[in-house]
Nanobody, 116 residues
Framework: QVQLVESGGGLVQPGGSLRLSCVAS????????MRWYRQAPGKEREWVAA????????NYGDSVKGRFTISRDNTKNTVYLQMHSLKPEDTAIYYC?????????WGQGTQVTVSS
């Protein structure tokens, strides 16, 4: 079955960096685009970034553009989110997602907390 497992979250000071990973299994990873979302307490889930199946195209939400970079390694079935210049408002649970047919598949999320 399709599984997405995120890791790499943690506590970081403002201005710091983190790299999130999402390992996929149960489907042909290189066939599908991948996306990162986040959800802060009391807020709706927000799209963060997307990458095409071979990584040639990427897109970012306005709030993270210029600070976050999405990438993927199809040999490792893994998508990454490199985050720099983190701000307290980046605090959220970060999820990876893929869409296969008419189904959305989500990971369990990884917590990122930006605080001094």
């Amino acid at each position: 079955q399709v599984q997405l497992v995120e890791s790499g979250g943690g506590l970081v000071q403002p201005g710091g960096s983190l790299r999130l990973s999402c390992v996929a299994s149960g489907f042909t990873f290189s066939t599908y685009a991948m996306r990162w979302y986040r959800q802060a307490p009391g807020k709706e889930r927000e799209w963060v970034a997307a990458i095409s199946n071979y990584g040639t195209n990427t897109n970012y939400g306005d709030s993270v553009k210029g600070r976050f970079t999405i990438s993927r390694d199809n040999t490792k079935n893994t998508v990454y989110l490199q985050m720099h210049s983190l701000k307290p408002e980046d605090t959220a649970i970060y999820y990876c997602k893929t869409v296969i047919g008419s189904y959305d598949y989500w990971g369990q999320g990884t917590q990122v907390t930006v605080s001094s």
